[in-house]
């Protein structure tokens, strides 16, 4: 029988918990910022009262419904980022997550997503945990490259945002697969799309 998902994960670097009330200021802070604003789907402007909504009716439902698991991820007690598990039906799940400018380029995103896809797969039975993020985002895509994911192509003017059609990069991670390091996951994203120089 699969574990509770933990509201609780704890890595080498990070604290992953449940966003509480209290963390709503530091929310509002970071999706205001212009790389947050520009490669995710958050509200625009962002405000207070988007910061409570998202905390009332899209955080603490999911956890009580089990359709959709958030949570802060935490350096030092300071709130730095945020990584999600949304629940689909038939064993699947995707993962998100958006990180606070300061903590960029040190690998602490891959290190909280990697913790979240593991209390995933143990947690929800899960076959397949999904990824996907707007053509271009090349730092979400090398986190998830890190994290053991396969690229699986483009689907063009596959996403919405703000109701604007935007080209989507698609990514997937199976129970079966090795996970972090994975030279053959690895192997299977190009280079425009990690930001590499093209050989």
């Known amino acids: 029988m699969a574990a509770p998902m933990p509201e609780t994960i704890t890595t080498a670097r990070l604290v992953l ?4 009330a209290a963390d709503l200021p530091r929310i509002t ?11 995710t789907t958050v509200p625009s402007p962002y405000t207070a009262e988007s910061a409570a909504y998202f905390l009332g009716e ?14 802060a991820v ?3 007690d300071r709130l730095i980022g945020m990584v999600g598990v949304d629940v689909e039906e038939a ?8 990180l606070a400018p300061e903590a960029r380029g040190r690998g602490l ?10 209390a995933a797969f143990e947690s929800l039975d ?13 730092g979400s895509a090398r986190v998830a490259q890190a994290c053991g994911f396969r690229f699986e192509g483009v689907r063009a003017l596959g996403a919405v945002q703000r109701g604007v059609r935007r080209d989507e990069w698609l990514g997937g991670l199976t129970v079966g697969d090795s996970g972090v390091g ?18």
């Open 126 to 138: 899960l076959q397949r945990i999904s990824w996907s993020a707007f053509a271009g985002n090349v």
């Open 74 to 76: 935490r350096l030092a």
């Open 182 to 199: 994975d030279s053959g996951a690895a192997s299977s994203w190009p280079a425009h799309v990690v930001g590499a120089a093209e050989a």
């Open 91 to 98: 064993g699947g799940a995707e993962v998100g997550f958006w």
């Open 109 to 118: 995103m891959t290190e909280a997503t990697t913790a979240a896809v593991h």
């Open 58 to 71: 899209v955080i603490d439902p999911g956890w009580a419904g089990g359709s959709a698991y958030t949570w």
């Open 17 to 20: 918990s449940r966003p509480s």
């Open 29 to 39: 802070e970071c999706c205001r910022e212009a790389q947050v604003q520009e490669w």
